[in-house]
């Protein structure tokens, strides 16, 4: 069995500005505040914080979805890899920005929730800069 989570977060761009970031290692490490390696393409596998998360970009839809194969270092073992898709709604504010990230290991929902939204605090200082 497996677990699922949903976050969302709202940021004052346009998507196209959040889904190049994401796609970019040096916008995606200045916004995370780790390093990121990771390519605009199908297939290119990436890492985060030295290895600390890795995968592989699965889907790209142009400026509105994002969908990645996503392994931390903490899973266990014979874990499979979870899924994470990126959705970058355009709304008045600018974007929301909701992660689905699907096939967690059970009991671990909770602190992937809270991941995601640590995660989104710098993602908010950087594109309220822009």
């Known amino acids: ?3 699922s989570i949903k976050v969302s977060v709202k940021l004052p761009v346009k998507p196209r500005e959040v889904y190049e970031a994401w796609l970019d290692s040096d916008k ?3 916004f995370a505040g780790k390093e990121v390696k990771i390519e605009r393409k199908v297939g290119s596998a990436f890492s985060i914080d030295g290895g600390e998360i890795t995968g592989e970009n699965l889907k790209l839809y ?3 979805k994002i969908v990645q194969s996503w392994r931390s270092v903490d899973f266990p073992e014979d874990a499979e890899d979870s899924i994470v898709t990126i959705l970058l709604d355009e ?3 600018g974007t929301k920005l909701t992660v689905q990230h699907e096939k ?4 671990d929902s909770a602190k992937y929730r809270k991941g995601w939204r640590d995660y989104f605090k710098p993602m908010k200082e950087y594109f309220s800069q822009e």
């Open 104 to 107: 967690l290991p059970d009991g």
């Open 28 to 30: 995606h490490s200045a």
């Open 1 to 3: 069995m497996s677990e």
């Open 62 to 64: 142009r400026f509105n």
């Open 91 to 93: 709304i008045p504010e």
